[in-house]
């Protein structure tokens, strides 16, 4: 059982390269959600997503797009990569609302931008 | 705003020791309160508070929720070396799609 599965688990970039960051699951949920952290800051909502085809933003949107076009699979677009995105990204699902059930966190991805 | 503090940021006990762990909260329409261990990677969950004075426990670990005075704590007792991380509470506002996390209490667990 894979559960939640992120890739890359590491990524360099440039100041203003963009770049994707996948994330799928494999347990049907519904809710998915992009969360980055940073030291001291717990974790801070990106954007989120309770179904297919829907998506909203979270606490921390700027500079971030996500589409949510399958239940499985809900990408993180960084559209031009900056220093202050430099940050630990987790994604996560819940079977239905993230208060409603447990998230399952994928392994996250380490992002450092140059 | 929604807001989550934790306290103590960090904490070094040695095993066998008990410890709480604390996390205040201001929500509106607040739901319920998590916990998450963090250990390397991955945050696991631990619980899930929804009533105030209910507490839940597994094993050394439990917890509970005062929905008057807005706080949680987290208790483990006879503390083991794996017991060491990051510990993080959120808490679920009324719309059930958004958690806001405080900032972790780190402990660590000496031999």
């Known amino acids: 059982n894979a559960g939640v599965t992120q890739t890359p688990k590491f990524q360099v970039l440039k100041t203003g390269q963009s770049m994707t960051l996948q994330c799928a699951q494999d347990?049907?949920?519904?809710?998915m959600s992009w969360y980055r952290q940073d030291p001291g800051m717990g974790l801070r909502l990106i954007h989120y997503?309770?179904?297919?085809?829907?998506?909203d933003q979270g606490e921390v949107p700027n500079g971030y797009n996500v589409s949510r076009s399958t239940t499985e699979d809900f990408p993180l677009r960084l559209l031009s990569a900056a220093p202050s995105q430099t940050s630990v990204y987790f994604c996560?699902?819940?079977?239905?609302?993230?208060?409603?059930?447990?998230?399952?966190f994928g392994s996250g991805t380490q992002l450092s931008v140059l | 705003e929604d807001k989550v503090v934790q306290s103590p940021l960090s904490l070094v006990v040695h095993e066998g020791d008990t410890v709480t762990l604390n996390c205040s909260y201001e929500?509106?329409?607040?739901?319920?309160l998590l916990w998450y261990k963090q250990e390397k990677k991955a945050p696991t969950f631990l619980f899930m508070l929804?009533?105030?004075?209910i507490e839940k426990k597994s094993g050394r670990l439990s917890s509970i929720l005062d929905k008057k005075e807005l706080f949680s704590i987290l208790n483990i007792t006879a503390t083991q070396t794996g017991d060491s991380a990051i510990y993080l509470c959120?808490?679920?506002?009324?719309?059930?799609?958004?958690?806001?996390f405080g900032g972790g209490t780190r402990l660590m667990v000496k031999p």
């Open positions: 996560a699902s819940s079977k239905t609302g993230a208060g409603v059930g447990k998230l399952f």
């Open positions: 347990m049907n949920h519904e809710y």
């Open positions: 997503s309770v179904g297919a085809g829907i998506t």
């Open positions: 929500v509106t329409n607040f739901r319920s």
């Open positions: 929804t009533s105030s004075g």
């Open positions: 959120a808490a679920n506002n009324n719309a059930g799609n958004m958690l806001t």
